[in-house]
């Protein structure tokens, strides 16, 4: 089980975009997920029309380390560590370890 997913709020704690908040739109296999409107790049594009590409300057979301972000909790209005702990019916949770709340419900 990650202890990020798709969809969760998440604060970035180091580099150039530190304190910022956003969704995580996709998460990588190499522990580096992309959070929406962070690490944004200028990315120079050449034109090809075999493709139906326009050449330019585009702005690109580029991925940042899994180590560089924390799970933002509501309740605290801070960043918080995330442990997983296993519910008396089986399931397994992500729960915040500084409120022992649960992240899924």
């Known amino acids: 089980m990650r202890k990020v997913r798709k969809g969760d709020d998440v604060i970035v704690l180091t580099g150039k975009d530190k304190g910022r908040r956003g969704p995580v739109v996709q998460v990588l296999p190499n522990e580096k997920v992309v959070v929406e409107n962070i690490n944004v790049v200028k990315r120079h594009t050449k034109p090809n029309p075999n493709k139906g ?3 330019g300057i585009v ?47």
Not at 60 to 81: F, G, Q, W
Not at 90 to 105: A, H, I, L, M, P
């Open 53 to 55: 590409v326009e050449g």
């Open 59 to 105: 702005k690109k979301e580029m991925p940042i380390h899994i180590s560089n972000i924390a799970l933002y909790n509501p309740v605290t209005k801070k960043a918080d560590r995330v442990g997983i702990k296993e519910l008396e019916d089986g399931r397994r949770v992500r729960f915040f370890k500084s409120t022992n709340e649960v992240v899924d419900v």
